[in-house]
């Protein structure tokens, strides 16, 4: 018994002595803590300071998204500002790089090459910079804002929403006539020949024609795609044609010239002009024929004001409509891959062949991506399927496949979208990096234009050297060998 409590003692000092230990160990512990803590100085941080180079104030949106800001003791905000400061050095070691050869950016990018009109690009008037107002709430729709007392506040003269989610290098410009002028001079550097202005009746008749003025200025013609609008029938669009052809056409001399776009259209030894019809599908094809047939009550055909008409695609049944209606070929404006039947690059060897079979003219339309500011999904009903249209353009590499393909197709014409849609985020004109907006980095703000005036040098040479491989002459070449405003 004696025993057995000696060795019950003896466990318990065995165990106040190992907790005194532990105690010593965690307070020497905590004093090498403190004091580390303490003799450690702090990293001082110098001030933050923009350079003067033109970039004041912006911050890259990709390089901000890419970055995690690791929270560090004491003060957030000097973290903040060296990652800023790391963000700005990258922007002007960017531009020191662009500029070292000492030759102005533009210099870069002189066209060597003569313009080609098969390579098409759409081109928008003006730009719908701010997203609308909110407007009245009605009773399906409730545009709640503010709370106060329980109850619902609007605010309809909100402060104006940018409506696009990369910023131009021009800023939110207005489409004056020396803006127009330096979009028609950076097109035709890129090489491209023909302009593609989408147009509706209530466009501005004074804006119209000083387009067309400073696009004959830029030696470039202007093919004409008639929008949707209210009460589009086959009346108004036969009247559309008509005053295109009237105002701007080339008229009855045979030597005439024309900022209007025109082709050569060898099986009616004739030149007309082209048209393409955005969402024509919304149109009867009984209607269509009314236009389009040669025994229509409205037809055009054999008429002074023949043309080419395209008509807008989206799906597979779309391809029967242009057939029966009577158009000359399709087009497939919407430049993302995968969204509908149209725009899938996969699938334009397949409409070549539809083409083909019916002579007709199929033109693809390809772009540099879409990103838009939408952030909900679309109505499939209205977009035929399409929910998410969005494309990244993956450093120009989306642009180059779009490329390719349509060369790899042999396409006769190639159309891009665009020149300056910035809702759609589909653009090609320059894009500076400003925080809260995409941008092109780590290219140039122009890396879209120059990637184009490469790709139309490279479609150039593509039919040329397709030309002398298989030994063809004037006599040997086929619809799809022309280069220039010329189809069968």
């Known amino acids: 018994m004696s025993v057995l409590g000696h060795h019950k003692l003896s466990s318990i000092k065995s165990m106040k002595l190992f907790i005194c230990f532990i105690g010593v160990s965690s307070f020497l512990l905590l004093i090498f803590c403190l004091y580390t803590t303490i003799s450690t100085p702090e990293k001082e941080v110098a001030p933050l300071s923009l350079p003067n180079d033109g970039y004041q104030n912006v911050v890259s949106y990709e390089l901000w998204r890419s970055q995690t800001i690791v929270p560090e003791k004491y003060n957030e905000h000097q973290v903040k500002e060296r990652i800023i400061r790391d963000k700005i050095k990258r922007l002007v070691a960017n531009n020191n790089q662009q500029t070292a050869?000492?030759?102005?950016?533009?210099?870069?990018?002189?066209?060597?090459f003569p313009k080609n009109r098969n390579v098409q690009i759409f081109y928008h008037a003006t730009v719908a910079w701010y997203k609308p107002n909110p407007t009245h709430p009605s009773s399906d729709r409730l545009i709640q804002r503010i709370y106060e007392n329980n109850s619902v506040s609007f605010r309809p003269n909100d402060e104006p929403i940018i409506n696009t989610a990369f910023y131009p290098k021009r800023k939110l410009y207005n489409s004056s006539e020396s803006i127009v002028r330096e979009h028609f001079e950076e097109i035709q550097n890129c090489g491209i020949g023909t302009v593609i202005l989408g147009w509706h009746p209530s466009f501005s008749e004074y804006q119209l024609r000083m387009i067309f003025k400073v696009a004959h200025a830029n030696d470039l013609q202007v093919a004409i795609e008639i929008l949707e609008y209210p009460d589009r029938t086959i009346e108004s669009i036969r009247s559309n044609i008509k005053y295109f052809v009237d105002t701007f056409g080339k008229g009855p001399a045979p030597t005439a010239i024309s900022t209007l776009s025109y082709y050569d259209v060898l099986s009616k030894k004739r030149d007309l002009p082209l048209f393409y019809i955005r969402k024509a599908y919304r149109i009867a094809d009984s209607e269509w024929k009314r236009l389009l047939s040669r025994n229509g009550i409205l037809t055009i055909r054999g008429t002074s004001y023949d043309a080419i008409v395209l008509a807008h695609i989206a799906t597979k049944d779309h391809k029967s409509m242009v057939r029966r209606a009577g158009f000359d070929g399709f087009y497939t404006y919407l430049p993302s891959n995968g969204a509908n039947y149209a725009s899938t690059w996969k699938n334009w060897n397949q409409l070549k062949r539809f083409a083909d079979s019916y002579r007709?003219?199929?033109?693809?339309?390809?772009?540099?991506?879409?990103?838009?500011?939408?952030?909900?999904?679309?109505?499939?009903?209205?977009?035929?399927?399409?929910?998410?249209?969005?494309?990244?353009?993956s450093n120009g590499q989306y642009f180059d496949v779009g490329w390719r393909t349509a060369l790899k197709n042999g396409l006769q014409i190639v159309t891009i979208n665009s020149y300056n849609n910035w809702v759609d985020g589909t653009q090609i004109e320059a894009a500076i990096p400003v925080f809260g907006f995409r941008d092109y980095l780590p290219g140039a703000p122009e890396k879209y234009l120059d990637l184009t005036q490469s790709w139309v040098e490279e479609y150039i040479k593509y039919k040329l050297n397709n030309i002398k491989l298989n030994k063809k002459t004037e006599t040997t070449l086929n619809c799809y060998d022309f280069l220039n405003a010329t189809i069968c």
């Open 101 to 112: 050869t000492g030759v102005p950016a533009a210099e870069h990018r002189n066209r060597t």
């Open 360 to 393: 007709l003219l199929f033109v693809p339309t390809i772009g540099p991506g879409f990103y838009d500011r939408k952030k909900y999904q679309r109505n499939m009903n209205q977009n035929h399927g399409m929910t998410n249209i969005k494309r990244y353009r």
